[in-house]
């Protein structure tokens, strides 16, 4: 059983879905808003968005239900996502290790994923920020939206509904952790592409090999060889 519930106004989504858990027996609880305060997104930074033109959405998934590692159920969500705006715009759409998600060289999608312990039941808080109809991003070079990028209106309503559902129906049907690996991998973006990289206070031209079962990224970096990176520990530009 999967519900899904809106708030004309919150700070997080992430924070909000636990008050539903208290009182929903069910596997998959979505909370959305249109109109999200104080967005969180990965290792502390934050996700704004214009008021009444984006969609913050959170799941909260049983984890007891998921046998994957953490590190796998984070590339799962990413590669569902990706999955679901692909097929909504008709677009090629890649996911930025380890989780943001790119179309046409933007970003439209940022991820925060935690687990809570809530009501006696552990969960994966899945939290996503959508640019789904702002048309300005000011000084934010790298972001776009389903509008600025496909030219496409869409209903937020209706967006919400389609995603929930998708979203649900994955979580429901997991493949397994190689599989997922080789869907991520797959449309890694800049996978296999000369790129720069900011490695500490050092620039220096790489390529994406792959995204491993631990969360690492390896690199053929132009001066020190293939090695493996977490998050943080290097920054891809672009």
Same mark, same amino acid.
């Given at each position: ?19 539903? *858990? *208290? ?25 704004? $968005? ?35 705006? $692909? ?15 790119? %179309? ?7 991820? %925060? ?33 389903? *509008? ?62 792959? $995204? ?23 920054? *891809?530009?672009?």
């Amino acid at each position: 059983m999967d519900q899904l519930f809106y708030l004309k106004e919150c700070s997080s989504t992430n924070d909000e879905v636990s008050k539903f *858990l *208290l009182y929903e027996n069910s596997d998959f609880i979505g909370v959305s808003t249109f109109n999200q305060t104080k967005g969180r997104g990965q290792y502390g930074n934050t996700w704004a $968005a214009a008021a009444g033109k984006n969609v913050a959405y959170t799941l909260a998934v049983k984890a007891q239900s998921i046998l994957l590692s953490d590190f796998i159920f984070n590339y799962y969500t990413a590669v569902v996502i990706r999955d679901f705006l $692909a097929n909504l715009t008709d677009n090629l759409v890649n996911i930025k290790w380890p989780n943001d998600i790119i %179309l046409k060289n933007k970003k439209i999608v940022g991820i %925060l994923i935690e687990k809570k312990k809530i009501n006696q039941n552990n969960y994966f808080i899945i939290g996503a920020g959508f640019n789904v109809l702002q048309d300005q991003f000011d000084e934010i070079l790298h972001a776009g939206s389903l *509008l600025t990028l496909t030219g496409q209106v869409y209903d937020l309503e209706d967006f919400v509904f389609k995603l929930h559902e998708y979203l649900s129906e994955r979580m429901k049907n997991i493949p397994s952790e190689q599989e997922i690996i080789d869907q991520f991998n797959m449309n890694l973006y800049r996978k296999d592409e000369i790129s720069v990289f900011e490695i500490g206070q050092e620039r220096q031209n790489g390529i994406i090999h792959h $995204a491993d079962e631990k969360g690492e990224l390896w690199i053929e970096l132009e001066k020190d060889g293939l090695k493996p990176f977490y998050h943080k520990e290097i920054k *891809l530009l672009y």
